[in-house]
C-alpha cells in the first residue's frame, strides 16, 4: 500500500489526510501541536460561493481583482470551481457554520463564519475525524526532507529518516520570518527553503500580505479581523480623521495607516458602534479585556502586521513540485491562486481544495519508493532567527525600496542561522529587488505602480 507522509497538521494538511485514509491509504501526519497552525488562529472564515445569489464568476472577478491581475486565471477557476465539493467534504464531516460575512474585497457576503472563532472549530473537527479514520499522528518537527537527485524518499525527524512514498509538504508558510506577525511562530518557513535547496522552485516570495490590524499587547501580537471592518468598525487617528475606506484590500489599507504611523500619528480602530461585539468576536472581545480595553467603549490601537505569505514552493495544477514525489498544499504551495495579493478568506478555501486535489493526484501518480538510497541527515539548528525577522522587517516590511532591499541583503550574509531561512529570507529580498514596481501586497516606494514588463519571476537555489 502506498504509504504517504504529511507534514503539518493545518487545515490542509488535515483535510489531505482525511481524503487519504476515506481512500485507504496509509497517512502519517507530523505535527508540532494542531494548535500551533495557523489554521486554528483563523477567525473571519472560508470563502465559499455556493450561496444563492452568488457565482464563480463573482468569486474569480473578486480574487483577480485583490490579485492585482497576476492571478494565474486558470488557477482561480480551478480553485473557485471545486468551492462547492469543498462545502460538501466538510458537511459531510458534521461542521455546522453559523452565518455569512462580508470581507474586504468581495463583492457578496459570502464567508462563512463560526463565532470568529472559524479556523479553531475547523481544525478541532477535521482532527478528530483524522483520528477517527486511522490516521497516524506522529508528533515532532520535521527537520529536513529527505531528497536524493529530485526524488523524495520521506523526511528526517529527529534525526532519522522516516520513509514514505509520496510526502506532501503541508508546514504552512514564512510569516515568522517576520518580526510582527499573529501567526504561530514555527511557521518560519525552513522545509520551504529546504525544497528549493533540493530542487524544488519557489515563486512569488515578495508577496508577504500585511494585515492592517495587527495588535501589539502585553500578551503577544494579535489580530483584530476583517470581519470587525466589515461589521461596521472606523478606522481613525488620534485627532479622530478617517483617512481610508476601511473595506478596500487589505494591501491599501495597511499602507494606509503605514503612512499615517510614518507621520508619528497614532491609529485606533473605533468598533464602539458594533452592536453586541462580545457575542459576535468573542475571541476578540476575550484578548482585549486581558489587554485592558473594552472594544464596545474604547478605541483599539492597531498596526500593520506580516499575515499570510503567498509565496511558497511552486506547484502544478495538481500541487506536484518540481522534486517527483514531493508535493505541496495550503500556505506552504503557490501556483498562482493568489496572484499579488490574498482575497480576504481565500486561504482557508485554497487549504481545503488543495487538500482534497492532491489526494486525486497521489491517486493518479501511484508514487512508490522500492529502494531507498543513502540520504545525508540535513537538518541544522535555528540560529539566530530573531536578527532574520529584524532585518525582514525592516528592509522588506510593507514600504520597500531598492537601496533598503540592498541592505538587507548585505545585512544577510553577517547573520549567523539555517542555510534554508537564509536562502529563503535571500528570496524574499531578491525577488523584492528584481520586481521594479509596486502591485498588490509588495509595494516600492521608488516604483510606486505597477509595471507591465513585471511577471512573475520564478526564485531557484
Ligand atoms: C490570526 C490569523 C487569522 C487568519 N484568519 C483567516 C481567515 O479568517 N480566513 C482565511 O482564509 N485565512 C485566514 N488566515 C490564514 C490561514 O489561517 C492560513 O493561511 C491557513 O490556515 C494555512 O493553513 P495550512 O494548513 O497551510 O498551514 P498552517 O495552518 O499554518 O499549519 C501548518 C502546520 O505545520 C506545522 N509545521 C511547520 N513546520 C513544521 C515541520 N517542520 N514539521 C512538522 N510540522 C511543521 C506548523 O506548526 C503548523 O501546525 C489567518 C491567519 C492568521 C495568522
Not at 465559499?48 to 492571478?71: C, F, M, Q, W
Not at 519557489?202 to 490590524?213: C, S
Not at 476575550?286 to 502586521?305: C, T
Not at 530573531?386 to 547573520?415: C, F, P, T
Request: with cysteine; glycine share 12%; charged share 25%.
Amino acid at each position: 500500500m502506498t504509504e504517504v507522509g504529511i507534514i503539518g497538521g493545518g487545515i490542509a494538511g488535515l483535510t489531505a489526510a482525511i481524503a487519504l485514509a476515506r481512500k485507504g491509504f496509509d497517512v502519517t501526519l507530523i505535527h508540532e501541536g494542531i494548535k500551533n497552525s495557523n489554521s486554528y488562529l483563523a477567525q473571519a472564515g472560508i470563502a465559499l460561493p455556493v450561496l444563492e445569489g452568488d457565482s464563480l464568476k463573482s468569486h474569480v472577478l473578486d480574487t483577480i481583482r485583490a490579485g492585482r491581475y497576476l492571478n494565474d486565471e486558470e488557477v482561480v477557476w480551478n480553485v473557485v470551481s471545486k468551492s462547492s465539493e469543498a462545502y460538501s467534504f466538510l458537511m459531510s464531516l458534521g461542521l455546522e457554520f453559523e452565518g455569512n460575512e462580508v470581507e474586504g474585497g468581495h463583492s457578496f457576503p459570502r464567508v462563512f463564519t463560526i463565532k470568529n472563532e472559524t479556523g479553531k472549530h475547523m481544525t478541532t473537527l477535521l482532527y478528530v475525524r483524522a483520528k477517527e479514520l486511522g490516521v497516524n499522528f506522529v508528533q515532532g518537527l520535521a527537520e529536513a526532507l529527505a531528497v536524493r537527485e529530485k526524488r523524495a524518499y520521506g523526511v528526517f525527524l529527529n534525526g532519522e529518516l522516516m520513509r514514505f512514498d509520496a510526502s506532501v509538504l503541508a508546514a504552512g508558510g514564512y510569516t515568522a520570518l517576520f518580526k510582527y506577525t499573529a501567526g504561530s511562530e514555527l511557521n518560519l518557513g525552513t522545509l520551504i527553503g529546504d525544497a528549493v535547496l533540493k530542487g524544488a522552485p519557489a515563486r512569488d516570495l515578495e508577496f508577504v500580505q500585511f494585515h492592517p490590524t495587527g495588535f501589539i499587547g502585553r500578551d503577544g501580537v494579535k489580530l483584530v479581523s476583517e470581519a470587525v471592518r466589515g461589521a461596521g468598525a472606523k478606522l481613525v487617528t488620534e485627532d479622530g480623521e478617517r483617512f481610508v475606506n476601511e473595506l478596500e484590500p487589505r494591501d491599501v489599507v495597511a499602507r494606509a495607516i503605514y503612512r499615517q504611523l510614518q507621520k508619528g500619528k497614532k491609529v485606533f480602530l473605533d468598533a464602539t458602534g458594533i452592536e453586541d461585539f462580545r457575542g459576535r468576536f468573542p475571541q476578540i472581545y476575550a484578548f482585549l479585556r486581558k489587554e485592558g480595553i473594552n472594544p464596545e467603549k474604547d478605541l483599539i490601537p492597531v498596526f500593520p502586521i506580516a499575515h499570510y505569505s503567498i509565496g511558497g514552493v511552486a506547484v502544478d495544477l495538481w500541487y506536484r513540485t518540481a522534486v517527483k514525489n514531493l508535493y505541496a498544499i495550503g500556505e506552504a504551495a503557490s501556483n498562482g491562486f493568489h496572484g499579488a495579493n490574498r482575497l480576504a478568506s481565500n486561504s482557508l478555501l485554497e487549504c481545503v481544495v488543495s487538500g482534497l486535489e492532491v489526494v486525486r493526484t497521489i491517486c493518479r501518480d501511484r508514487p512508490r519508493v522500492r529502494e531507498t538510497p543513502e540520504i545525508e541527515y540535513s537538518g541544522e539548528e535555528p540560529g539566530d532567527v530573531g536578527a532574520l525577522r529584524e532585518l525582514l522587517w525592516r528592509y522588506a516590511g510593507i514600504v520597500r525600496n531598492g537601496e533598503s532591499l540592498k541592505e538587507g541583503l548585505k545585512g544577510l550574509e553577517g547573520i549567523d542561522a539555517d542555510t534554508r531561512l537564509k536562502l529563503l529570507a535571500r528570496g524574499i529580498l531578491k525577488n523584492a529587488l528584481i520586481r521594479e514596481e509596486s502591485r498588490g501586497a509588495h509595494f516600492r516606494e521608488d516604483f510606486p505602480h505597477p509595471r507591465k514588463e513585471f511577471e512573475r519571476p520564478l526564485f531557484w537555489s
